[in-house]
Structures are given as structure tokens and as C-alpha cells.
């Protein structure tokens, strides 16, 4: 048996690692991943098998902290996926509920995307579905054209009747039949 193995304690070995400290653990994995909720953090702490009473208090001291703040966490997710994904406010709002942000909270982090700013967005993304076609030949190939362009927006939470104006004016700007 070398001195190493000696020194240690048999009983330590067995013992279970302290909830509090596998929690944290976890919570501070998650968060450097990428910004995260409370209750995604709460979740994955279930998942884990924390108890719940640890978890709540790990996750208070972490808000206490600010290191989880549901509040800048929607207004963060808002900013990036109404940028990269063009999501109108719709769709953004139901994947903040969906993350466990209250109504309210959501309501805020929202108010940073103007009218202006969601429909330039819905423009940009039926112009850049265009590009390369080239004029439709007849009125029901435009047709066509304008339902699957007005689907994709409403798939990205915009409104349906102004899904298809805004493809109605981009096709006519654009000269189509």
C-alpha cells in the first residue's frame, strides 16, 4: 500500500458529494454554454436529480448575484434571434414562454423590436427567398408564389395579413405580374 493510499480516509470515498455543491456545479456548466433562465436552470437541475429545496436556494444565490437574471436573459435572446433568425415578436414571445419567462418580462424585452424594424425584417426575408427567381409566368405561379412566402412569415410569427401585404408589395416592387 503506497502513503497515498493510506492517508486516505476509506468512509470519504463512499460519501456522497453535497448537493449544493453538485448544483452549482451544474448551474455554472449551463451558464457557460450559453445564457440560460431560471427555469431551464431549474430544469436541468430536476433532471439531475438535485432536490428541489437545494436547487431553489442555489438558484436564488445565483440570482442574487445576477449571474441568472430572466430579465436580461429574454432581453439578450430577443436581440439575437429577432437579428439572426428575423423572428417577428410573436414567435419570440412563445419561445421566452417557453424558457419560463413571465408574460410581463417578456412583454419588456419585447418593446425593443419596433413595427418598422419587424417589418423591414419580414421584407428582407421575403426578398432574400426571391433572389434568383426570376419573374413568375403566369398569374397562378405568383400565386403560389405569395402563399409559401406569406406561410414562411407566419411560421415566423408574423401576422398573416401582414405576411401577404408585405410579399404583395415586395412582388409588385419587384415587377412582377
Not at 40 to 45: C, F, G, I, N, Y
Not at 169 to 172: N, P
Given at each position: 500500500m503506497t502513503a497515498s493510499n493510506?492517508?486516505?480516509d476509506p468512509a470519504a470515498l463512499d460519501a456522497e458529494p453535497d448537493p449544493a455543491s453538485v448544483a452549482r456545479a451544474i448551474v455554472l456548466r449551463q451558464l457557460t454554454n450559453s445564457p440560460k433562465s431560471r427555469l431551464?436552470?431549474?430544469?436541468?437541475?430536476a433532471e439531475r436529480n438535485v432536490p428541489e429545496d437545494v436547487a431553489e436556494a442555489v438558484l436564488d444565490r445565483f440570482e442574487e448575484v445576477r449571474l441568472v437574471d430572466d430579465a436580461e436573459f429574454a432581453d439578450a435572446w430577443v436581440r439575437s434571434r429577432s437579428q439572426s433568425r428575423k423572428l417577428a415578436r410573436g414567435?419570440?414571445?412563445r419561445e421566452l414562454a417557453e424558457k419560463g419567462i413571465d408574460s410581463e418580462t417578456a412583454s419588456q424585452a419585447l418593446e425593443q423590436i419596433t413595427d418598422e424594424a419587424e417589418e423591414s425584417a419580414a421584407?428582407?426575408?421575403v426578398m432574400r427567398k426571391l433572389r434568383g427567381s426570376g419573374p413568375f409566368e403566369d398569374r397562378?405561379?405568383?400565386d403560389k408564389a405569395t402563399r409559401r412566402l406569406a406561410s414562411m412569415l407566419a411560421r415566423k410569427g408574423y401576422n398573416p395579413s401582414a405576411a401577404f401585404r408585405i410579399v404583395a408589395?415586395?412582388?409588385?416592387s419587384a415587377g412582377d405580374p
Open positions: 493510506r492517508t486516505r431551464q436552470l431549474a430544469r436541468k437541475l414567435a419570440l414571445k421584407r428582407e426575408l397562378s405561379e405568383r408589395e415586395v412582388l409588385d
